[in-house]
C-alpha cells in the first residue's frame, strides 16, 4: 500500500488516501472532491471541475495520469 493526498494530486488539503494502486488513489480522490463540494466547501471546487474535466477528455488527461502513475510508482511501500 501507499499513500497520497489530495494536495499530490491538485487538491487543496492534506487528506491522504492509502491504496493499492494509482488507480483506486484516483477514485479515492474522486469520491473525496465530490463529497467535499457537496458539503459546500469552495476550496476544493477547482480540483473538482479539473477531475470532472478528465473524465470527459480521457484522451487530453494521460498526461495527468501518467503522471499521477510515476508519482505513485516511485512513493515507498508502507
Ligand atoms: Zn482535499
Known amino acids: 500500500m501507499k ?9 487543496p488539503c492534506d487528506e491522504a488516501y492509502v491504496e493499492a494502486t494509482a488507480d ?9 472532491l465530490k463529497a467535499a463540494v457537496k ?3 469552495a476550496t476544493h471546487a477547482e480540483a473538482r471541475d ?13 498526461d495527468w495520469y501518467s503522471g499521477v ?3 505513485f510508482a516511485a ?3 508502507s
Open 39 to 41: 458539503a459546500g466547501d
Open 3 to 11: 499513500t497520497m493526498t489530495c494536495r499530490q494530486l491538485g487538491g
Open 75 to 77: 512513493l515507498p511501500e
Open 50 to 62: 479539473a477531475m470532472k474535466g478528465r473524465w470527459m477528455h480521457p484522451k487530453k488527461s494521460m
Open 24 to 32: 483506486d488513489v484516483i477514485k479515492a480522490q474522486d469520491r473525496h
Open 69 to 71: 502513475k510515476r508519482d
